[in-house]
């Protein structure tokens, strides 16, 4: 099955740098790809998405780029606010996957300090 | 809409005791998920179904069961509640993936379950 692994585990930055979320995935099947963002004590929601037919995909100031060849896609955020602090997943789903079941990375704690 | 929401917020259980987790949503969804998430682990797949009547396990179904009587809910059941099933559970909803799209699978509050 499908196996997702992100880095780093906790990201710090300054407000107005950029912070960048790595995800690598294993299964060469895999063509959908979104990033969800949970702040403290609530739920996921879904911020970005990236499809395998696409490698680059921008939303203000957040962009997904995506590598099929190296099988890992990666979450950019610009000019960092405080209300950027979230915990941040990616997430990967298989072409051959009917149901649309995601398989999860562990999650980045991103922390913006002012 | 209220979309996703789920019953109750909190519980503090004793190992052995049982109970339901309830979700629900409006949105006339037919996919409902169950997931469980731990510190590091991320969001893990407990149980999922792709209608009303249908169930299937995901990756930790194990102490775990599930029932989808009505396509508006989806019930997490624990018999035999353990320390280790501690845990935040997140249920989620989306509709069918059909050829070609990807749909966004939309999340509840969440449970916190303290199992002593």
């Known amino acids: 099955g499908e196996n997702v692994e992100q880095h780093p585990s906790t990201l710090s930055v300054q407000e107005g740098d950029s912070a960048v979320i790595k995800c690598t995935y294993s299964?060469?099947?895999?063509?959908?790809f979104p990033w969800y963002k949970q702040e403290l004590g609530k739920r996921p929601q879904l911020i970005i998405d990236i499809r395998s037919n696409v490698g680059e995909k921008k939303d203000q100031r957040i962009a997904v780029t995506l590598n099929k060849t190296a099988k890992h896609f990666s979450l950019h955020i610009t000019e960092t606010q405080p209300e950027d602090s979230a915990v941040y997943f990616c997430a990967a789903t298989s072409k051959g996957d009917s149901w649309g079941k995601l398989q999860f990375g562990a999650g980045t704690q991103v922390v913006v300090t002012p | 809409n209220a979309g996703v929401t789920q019953t109750p917020k909190f519980r503090v259980l004793k190992t052995g005791q049982s109970m339901t987790l309830l979700c629900a949503q409006d949105m006339n969804h037919e996919y409902m998920y169950w997931y469980r998430q731990d510190p590091g682990m991320g969001l893990r797949l407990i149980h999922y179904?792709?209608?009303?009547?249908?169930?299937a396990k995901g990756e930790v179904p194990d102490g775990y069961n599930v029932s989808r009587l009505k396509k508006q809910n989806f019930l997490l059941g624990l018999e035999s509640a353990a320390p280790s099933q501690t845990s935040v559970y997140f249920c989620?909803?989306?509709?069918?993936?059909?050829?070609?799209?990807?749909?966004?699978?939309?999340f509840g509050p969440g449970t916190r379950l303290t199992v002593l």
């Open positions: 179904s792709v209608g009303e009547g249908t169930t």
């Open positions: 299964d060469s099947a895999s063509n959908y």
């Open positions: 989620a909803s989306s509709t069918p993936r059909v050829s070609g799209s990807y749909n966004e699978q939309f």
